[in-house]
C-alpha cells in the first residue's frame, strides 16, 4: 500500500510537472518573436470532432443514443519544436468526453525524441505504446476514415488508458536486403495507468466491484513490421507484456475495502495492412487473457477470468478526391464467459463513408449492425435489460489545422 | 449504340483534356545534398516521413506544396495517394508525436527559394518554373 501511493504521488508529480512544461511551452509558442518560432520551426496543430449517436434496441457506449446523443466530443491542441537536426520536443492535450467515461483535459503525450539516424531513435517522457497496428492513432479521428476503429481491437470505451505509457519508446528501420523490404522496430517500457473513469471498469460496477484509484503498473514490448517488397504490403507482430498490478478494490453493496491483483501476462497482436492506389486494406488479431484475484477481508478471493479473442479485417476505398468508404467485420469471443450467453460475444458489421470538405473540415457517417453485448453497455440506461443485437448510426463532424 | 459511342467519345475527350494541362514535376535539393539523384523508394520514404535520409545516406529534410495541382501530380506520382491521404498519413504522425509537419508554401518560387537557403531541404516543382538557385535531382 505504501508502495502504491508513492507510485500515485509519483505519477501526480509527473502529470504536474508535464502540465506546467506545456503552458510553459504554449506561452513561449505565443509570445516568442517570429523568427524564433521559424528557427526552431515551432508549429501549433490542433482538431476537435463531435459526434452524435442513435441506436435502436440498446443504449450503448454509457449515453442515451435511443433518444440521440451529443455526448463525443474530442478536442485537441498540439505543439512542437525541433530544437536541432536529431531533437524534436512536444506536447499534446485532450479534452475528450464520451458517454459516462470521461469529460476532462488530459495530456496525450509530452516528449523529447532524440533520433540518431534512421536506425536508432528514442522518445521519452509520456509516450504513445505503439502495441499494435493503429494503437498509437487510434484516437486521432482525422487520420482514417472510421468514426469507431474496429472495437474488438480498439475498444474506444477504454482508448484513453491504452494509448501511451510514461517511459520510453526505442525506435529504428532497417533494409532486409537487396529487394526483400523494410524491417521497422519498436521497444518501449514504462508505466501504465487506467484511470479510474475509464470504461473497462464499467464492466467491474456491473459485477457490483469499484475501483476508485483505477489500475497501474509496468509493462513493457516490442513491435516488428515489415514493409514487404510486394508494394503496400506490411506484415507485423507486437507483443507486450504485463507485471502483477495492484489496486485498492471496494466491494459496493458491502462497503468493504479489498485488495485486487490483475495477474501478470502478456498481449499478443498479429497484422496485416495493403494499400493500392485508393483502395487499403487490413486485419489483426489479438488475444486477453488476464486472471484477476479480488481479497476482501473475511471473504473467500474471487477470481475472475477472461479469454477474450478478437479479430477484424476492413477494407476502403477512395470514390473521388472528398468522398472515402468503408466495411469492416469486427468480432470478440470471450471463450471463459458462459456459452449462449449474448454478453460473450461481439460481432459488428459496419459501413462508413467520410465526406473532405476541404483540407480543414469533414463529415463522418458509420452504421453498425451488432450482434451481441460483450462490447460496454451500461445495465442503468438499460433498465428492461439488454437485447442481444444493437443497431448503431454515428454521424461526426470534424476540423483539424 | 451511336448514343454508346458518343458518350465514350466525350469521355475520352474530357480525359484528355484533364490531362493536358499537367506538366512535369521535378525534384529539387538545396546545393549541400550530396547526392545527385533519388530513388522513387526514397522519395516515397523522405515524403511519407518514414526515413530521413536518401539510400546513400545523405540527410534531407522535405517540404511541401499547399494543395493544388503539383501537389496532386507529385503525390500521386511518387507515392501513389491522393493529397488527401497523403496529409491524413502526415496528420497521424503529427498527432501522435512520431513527426512535426513539414513546412507546406503557396507557391513554386517559395519552395525554390526556400531550397535554395535550407540546407538539406528537398521539395518539387513543375518543370517549367525558374529553379537556377537550386540542383535537381534525377529520379531513378
Avoid at chain 1, 153 to 165: D, K, M, T
Avoid at chain 1, 185 to 207: M, N, T
Avoid at chain 1, 266 to 293: D, M, Q, W
Avoid at chain 2, 15 to 31: D, E, M, P, R, W
Amino acid at each position: 500500500m505504501t508502495a502504491d501511493t508513492g507510485n500515485v504521488r509519483l505519477d501526480d508529480r509527473l502529470k504536474s510537472f508535464l502540465v506546467v512544461a506545456l503552458a510553459l511551452a504554449f506561452s513561449v509558442a505565443f509570445s516568442a518573436p517570429a523568427q524564433v518560432l521559424d528557427k526552431y520551426d515551432v508549429q501549433l496543430h490542433g482538431y476537435a470532432t463531435q459526434g452524435f449517436l442513435y441506436s435502436t434496441q440498446n443504449n450503448i457506449y454509457t449515453t442515451d443514443s435511443s433518444d440521440v446523443s451529443p455526448r463525443w466530443t474530442d478536442a485537441v491542441v498540439n505543439i512542437g519544436a525541433i530544437p536541432s537536426a536529431k531533437i524534436r520536443v512536444g506536447a499534446q492535450v485532450r479534452y475528450f468526453l464520451f458517454g459516462n467515461y470521461s469529460n476532462g483535459v488530459s495530456l496525450d503525450w509530452a516528449q523529447v525524441d532524440y533520433r540518431v539516424n534512421q536506425h536508432f531513435g528514442v522518445r521519452a517522457g509520456k509516450v504513445k505504446t505503439p502495441s499494435s497496428l493503429y494503437n498509437e492513432v487510434q484516437d486521432i479521428d482525422p487520420a482514417y476514415i472510421w468514426s469507431l476503429l474496429p472495437p474488438s481491437v480498439y475498444p474506444v470505451s477504454s482508448r484513453n488508458s491504452f494509448l501511451s505509457h510514461v517511459g520510453g519508446v526505442a525506435y529504428g528501420n532497417v533494409q532486409v536486403g537487396d529487394g526483400l523490404g523494410k524491417l521497422e522496430y519498436r521497444a518501449w517500457g514504462g508505466r501504465q495507468k487506467i484511470g479510474p473513469s475509464d470504461g473497462i471498469f464499467v464492466i467491474y460496477r456491473e459485477l457490483g466491484l469499484d475501483l476508485p484509484e483505477g489500475l497501474r503498473g509496468g509493462y513493457f514490448g516490442g513491435t516488428l513490421r515489415w514493409k514487404t517488397p510486394i508494394s503496400g504490403l506490411l506484415v507485423g507482430a507486437a507483443d507486450t507484456w504485463k507485471s502483477d498490478w495492484q489496486s485498492k478494490v471496494v466491494l459496493i453493496n458491502a462497503a468493504l475495502t479489498g485488495k485486487e491483483t490483475v495477474r501478470a501476462f502478456n498481449l499478443p497482436n498479429y497484422f496485416l495492412s495493403y494499400s493500392h492506389g485508393k483502395f487499403e486494406a487490413a486485419a489483426e488479431c489479438t488475444r486477453v487473457h488476464p486472471v484477476i484475484l479480488d481479497a476482501f477481508p473475511g471473504l473467500s478471493p474471487i477470481t475472475i477470468r477472461v479469454d477474450t479473442r478478437a479479430w477484424y479485417v476492413l477494407g476502403s476505398y477512395k470514390v473521388t478526391k472528398k468522398l472515402g468508404t468503408g466495411l469492416y467485420f469486427s468480432e470478440q469471443v470471450d471463450h471463459a464467459a458462459l456459452l449462449g450467453n449474448p454478453a460473450r460475444f461481439s460481432k459488428d458489421w459496419a459501413l462508413a463513408a467520410r465526406y473532405d470538405f476541404n483540407q480543414y473540415l469533414y463529415l463522418k457517417a458509420e452504421q453498425h449492425f451488432i450482434d451481441g453485448t460483450a462490447i460496454v453497455y451500461d445495465t442503468e440506461l438499460n433498465p428492461r435489460g439488454l437485447k442481444p443485437d444493437t443497431r448503431l448510426t454515428i454521424l461526426k463532424i470534424g476540423v483539424s489545422f | 449504340m451511336n448514343g454508346f459511342r458518343t458518350l465514350l467519345f466525350a469521355v475520352a475527350g474530357f480525359l484528355l483534356h484533364s490531362t493536358h494541362g499537367l506538366s512535369q514535376v521535378i525534384v529539387i535539393a538545396n546545393a549541400s545534398v550530396r547526392s545527385s539523384s533519388a530513388s522513387k523508394a526514397d522519395l516515397r520514404e523522405v515524403f511519407s516521413g518514414t526515413s530521413s535520409t536518401l539510400r546513400d545516406g545523405t540527410r534531407v529534410v522535405p517540404v511541401f506544396h499547399r494543395p493544388g495541382p503539383v501537389q496532386d501530380e507529385f503525390v500521386a506520382t511518387y507515392l501513389g495517394k491522393s493529397d488527401a491521404a497523403f496529409r491524413a498519413a502526415w496528420r497521424s504522425l503529427v498527432f501522435s508525436g512520431q513527426a512535426n509537419m513539414p513546412r507546406s508554401l503557396d507557391s513554386d518560387s517559395a519552395v525554390v527559394a526556400y531550397v535554395a537557403r535550407t540546407p538539406g531541404s528537398i521539395g518539387y516543382i513543375e518543370s517549367k518554373s525558374s529553379h537556377e538557385s537550386v540542383k535537381v535531382l534525377a529520379v531513378q
